[in-house]
């Protein structure tokens, strides 16, 4: 017994309209054209912290630790092995908060001060969140129960 494909109207005028053209129809007829893609270049002018996604709702925007770049003998730790040890860190830069963090009376109680600030080290899960690169490295998405402790120097913490 063949099954029913439902689809949104605009689709099916668009596919309508590529048969009466004799066109093949494909996926790509569902997708918006390169050129009416809409870029605001004022933005590009803002710098990389501006820039950075807000976290929405319960969420912390934390940027992983990646370690010192030479050692204290003077010996000069590759990039590749700085990234390994930054993707499993347990220690990470508060970037910006939430608009709820910390907030939820069921977890925190009603007067409850929030775990950490921005601009403070925290121990957080060692693959905790969220993860995407953006221009300079990687950050991170948590959630604000994920903070494990604050901290004042990210040396003093070593994972094993």
């Keep these: 017994m063949p099954s029913k494909l439902y689809l949104p109207d605009h689709l099916v005028e668009r596919i309508n309209k590529t048969k009466a053209a004799s066109e093949p129809v494909s996926a790509q007829a569902a997708y918006v054209k390169a050129e009416d893609c809409v870029l605001d270049p004022e933005l590009l002018d803002k710098p990389l912290v501006d820039r950075l996604p807000q976290p929405t709702g319960w969420r912390i925007l934390v940027m992983p630790y990646q370690g010192k770049a030479k ?17 499993a860190t347990v220690v990470a830069y508060v970037m910006r ?15 409850a001060e929030p775990w950490c600030q921005e601009g403070q080290w ?17 950050v991170r998405i948590i959630n604000d129960d994920e903070v494990i402790a604050t901290i004042l120097e990210p040396d003093d913490v070593q994972h094993v």
């Excluded at 003077?74 to 930054?86: F, H, N, W």
């Excluded at 908060?97 to 007067?111: C, H, I, R, S, T």
């Excluded at 957080?124 to 969140?129: D, H, K, M, N, Q």
């Design 71 to 87: 050692t204290d003998g003077g010996l000069i730790i590759p990039d590749q092995v700085r990234d390994r040890e930054a993707l």
């Design 97 to 111: 908060l939430g608009p709820l963090a910390y907030k939820d009376p069921n977890k925190f109680g009603d007067n």
């Design 122 to 138: 925290v121990c957080i899960g060692r693959y905790a969140g969220s993860r995407f690169k953006i221009d300079g490295g990687e």
